[in-house]
């Protein structure tokens, strides 16, 4: 008999979502990495805000289901290290692990690639090998929820390189969506626009395609795929900085 494949409809529920928000607005152990810009014009800090607004306002998620470890920081004013941030994590999913079913993880910043695996760059991080590794990351999410659906928004360099893992690390979650700023050999970029509102261009474009915002969009019969936010992000103006 012939194998009868049987397409599922699912249904999202903000109040089953939720979101870990990683990154940071500068690295000051990390001379190589630019970290001079202000507060009011921080790409990286201006990227994660749109980010938070849009899972909180646009798609009405409550507040309670989002981890907010963007530039965090312990009791003592010291940005947390690796295996901090990986604790914290756990422990929000696991209190959440019996009634959510979607998982977004987002980071904004610098991808490294130690012993050429990904790793997410940390302020409290003086090089890559204290990075936050994305296969403990992986390792974590399919310890505590197996079953949810994981979707990773990466806006940093070589944040493709996460594709490699479901083969290397099968132990992590069962399902899993990559949105990633660029392959896993090449760089991201930055947007440096006039009035100083700097953003990271692939945030940038993945929201005005959620939006509506995208050109693309507007075409009759509407389409929408993964097309319409690699445009935007493959073809970067002109003498942006990387990041």
């Known amino acids: 008999l012939p194998k009868i494949s049987i397409m599922t409809t699912i249904t999202f529920d903000p109040e089953k979502a939720l979101v870990i928000l990683l990154g940071a607005s500068a690295w000051p152990c990390r001379p190589n990495f630019r970290?001079?810009?202000?507060?009011?014009?921080?790409?990286?800090?201006?990227s994660v805000g749109e980010m938070r607004a849009y899972f909180l306002?646009?798609?009405?998620?409550?507040?309670?289901?989002?981890?907010?470890l963007f530039d965090a920081k312990d009791k003592a004013n010291s940005f947390l290290k690796a295996d901090s941030l990986l604790e914290d994590i756990e422990t929000f999913l696991d209190q959440h692990r019996q009634t959510h079913s979607d998982v977004f993880i987002y980071?904004?910043?610098?991808?490294?690639?130690?012993?050429?695996?990904l790793s997410l760059?940390?302020?409290?991080?003086?090089?890559?090998?204290?990075?936050?590794?994305?296969?403990?990351?992986?390792?974590?999410l399919g310890k505590t929820i197996p079953?949810?659906?994981?979707?990773?928004?990466?806006?940093?360099?070589y944040s493709g390189k996460i594709t490699e893992l479901p083969a290397k690390a099968p132990t992590g979650p069962k399902s899993a969506l990559f949105f990633c700023s660029s392959p896993p050999e090449k760089q991201s970029f930055v947007r440096e626009?006039?009035?100083?509102?700097?953003?990271?261009?692939?945030?940038?474009?993945?929201?005005?395609?959620?939006?509506?915002?995208?050109?693309?969009?507007?075409?009759?019969?509407?389409?929408f795929s993964f097309r319409d936010i690699e445009l935007p992000v493959t073809t970067p103006p002109a003498q942006v900085p990387r990041i």
């Open 193 to 223: 626009n006039a009035d100083k509102k700097n953003v990271t261009v692939f945030t940038e474009a993945l929201l005005k395609t959620l939006r509506g915002e995208n050109p693309e969009l507007q075409r009759s019969p509407p389409k």
């Open 57 to 68: 306002k646009h798609l009405m998620m409550p507040e309670s289901n989002l981890k907010d």
């Open 147 to 157: 079953q949810a659906r994981c979707y990773f928004l990466l806006d940093a360099c």
């Open 35 to 46: 970290h001079e810009y202000g507060d009011d014009n921080n790409p990286f800090k201006r």
């Open 121 to 140: 760059a940390i302020p409290a991080s003086k090089d890559e090998d204290a990075d936050l590794s994305v296969k403990k990351l992986w390792r974590r």
């Open 107 to 117: 980071y904004v910043g610098h991808g490294t690639l130690p012993d050429n695996e």
